[in-house]
């Protein structure tokens, strides 16, 4: 999540399938803790045997005898004599997915999709992965996404019958790729889950996707498009097929503070005011940290989009059952909010 892609300066990939049946002595495996991940100090070695399987304070030794996928591990280079293999993207979400609850294996095939990562030596604490650097003779892209629903669903294609299968299966039906933050994915799970699972039902959307807009005409009558790309684009297709989409732009402190921000968010917002069928919401930082006014931005995007009320409690009268299960829903629809979109603990360990 917060080192570029390894195998972007790499003009071809060394994968294996296995992992290795010893590991260095543990005091190298602090010295390799320590020189690639010096801010944590720390990490996890996976071994098939347990010979030398001794954890210490600067990293922990998993056993791993099941068989893998073939592209399960990637070569990302040597330090000294010692070869250094990491668990690819894929294996990553294939193991989260088996260890972890559906929406945070969700969160993290965002994440592992996504065009950002975290840095905390940049102002927002980002960077952008398609970000485009200047090199001695022209501006190049050094970075990319970590992996991709195709990549996924790739690896999980030779993955049958492997521990976290089925659950990475289920969870990627909610995974979009093209995120450019945290918040953005927070938000597009929240509203887009199903009420069951603590969303707000709305269909997860794509995201940065990109949207075509008339812009008049030049002096010569040629028509004019300007393309914009709303954070999250959510489609709903009523019972005649008519299609409504919703533009949600999320308007953070980072980006959104400024005067010429303002303008420039209030431009957009009048530019894509003009297409059929389209409504744009913003959301902001404050709106979406206060549960009642996120539930009340979820609900304005509900109807923008057509979809019938899912309280299917009765207004009048309702039952005990009635209001218990409603009330079931609004408890998981607050957890995860406090999970997702608040800084919870689960969204530090990104």
Not at 198 to 203: N, P, W
Request: hydrophobic content about 35%; some cysteine.
């Amino acid at each position: 999540m917060r080192n570029p892609n390894p195998l972007a300066a790499q003009r071809r990939a060394h994968y294996r399938a296995d992992a290795p049946d010893d590991i260095p002595s543990p005091t190298r495996c602090r010295e390799l803790a320590l020189e690639l991940d010096p801010e944590r100090g720390f990490l996890d070695f996976l071994s098939s045997s347990r010979r030398g399987r001794n954890n210490d304070e600067h990293f922990t030794v998993h056993i791993q005898t099941e068989s893998l996928p073939p592209k399960s591990f990637i070569r990302i280079g040597a330090i000294d004599k010692t070869v250094i293999y990491i668990a690819s993207p894929e294996l990553v979400f294939m193991q989260l997915a088996q260890r972890r609850p559906l929406e945070e294996a969700v969160y993290f095939g965002f994440a592992l999709c996504s065009l950002y990562r975290i840095d905390p030596t940049a102002p927002s604490g980002l960077r952008q992965r398609d970000e485009r650097l200047l090199s001695s003779s022209e501006r190049i892209i050094a970075d990319r996404s970590l992996t991709s629903i195709k990549h996924i669903e790739a690896f999980l294609d030779t993955a049958k019958g492997n521990l976290g299968y089925e659950k990475a299966r289920s969870a990627l039906k909610f995974v979009r790729a093209g995120s450019r933050s945290p918040m953005e994915s927070a938000l597009a799970i929240s509203l887009g889950l199903p009420r069951n699972r603590g969303g707000f039902g709305l269909g997860v959307g794509q995201m940065n996707h990109a949207v075509r807009i008339f812009n008049g005409t030049d002096w010569s009558g040629e028509r004019r498009y300007v393309t914009r790309y709303p954070d999250i684009s959510i489609e709903h297709a009523d019972s005649s097929g008519r299609k409504t989409t919703v533009g949600i732009d999320y308007d953070g402190h980072a980006f959104h503070s400024t005067a010429t921000a303002l303008a420039r968010d209030a431009r957009r917002r009048n530019e894509i005011a003009s297409i059929r069928g389209f409504t744009h919401l913003s959301i902001s930082a404050q709106e979406a940290t206060d549960f009642v006014a996120f539930c009340k931005f979820a609900d304005q995007a509900r109807r923008a989009l057509g979809i019938r009320s899912l309280d299917r409690c009765p207004r009048n009268n309702p039952t005990v059952a009635d209001l218990e299960k409603r009330n079931a829903i609004e408890r998981k629809q607050l957890d995860l909010w406090r999970k997702l979109i608040c800084q919870s603990d689960f969204r530090r360990i990104e």
